[in-house]
Nanobody, 120 residues
Framework: VQLQASGGGLVQAGGSLRLSCAAS????????MGWYRQAPGRQRELVAT???????EYSDSVKGRFTISRDGAKDTVYLQMNSLNFEDTGAYYC???????????????WGQGTQVTVSS
């Protein structure tokens, strides 16, 4: 199982970026997907999650600015980030809660991280 994240980069404050994360490999099903981020010297924090049915959850710091969505057919999760500010800088990690086969438990799998840098 692999999660491939992309879409990070350097953007000016007030700008936008769209992150993508696609799951690939052999697995039975995907439940929740989402994004965490980690700034230098800080702990990893939840940004947003989305369940298989489409229910979403956001951290207070990104509500109203970020939108999470997913394409179930492609096992891909997206994060549209608008009105970016300096505090959004960090490495963004996607995750997916998956069953690799019908009899296994759901486990969390992580992508490699994509860097977002917001210049002031």
């Amino acid at each position: 199982v692999q999660l491939q994240a992309s879409g990070g980069g350097l953007v000016q404050a007030g700008g936008s970026l769209r992150l993508s994360c696609a799951a690939s490999g052999s697995f039975f099903s995907v439940d929740a997907m989402g994004w965490y981020r980690q700034a230098p010297g800080r702990q990893r924090e939840l940004v947003a999650t989305i369940t298989k049915s489409g229910s979403t959850e956001y951290s207070d710091s990104v509500k109203g600015r970020f939108t999470i969505s997913r394409d179930g057919a492609k096992d891909t999760v997206y994060l549209q980030m608008n009105s970016l500010n300096f505090e959004d800088t960090g490495a963004y990690y996607c995750y997916a809660r998956m069953k690799v086969w019908v009899g296994s438990r759901f486990e969390d799998y992580w992508g490699q991280g994509t860097q977002v840098t917001v210049s002031s």
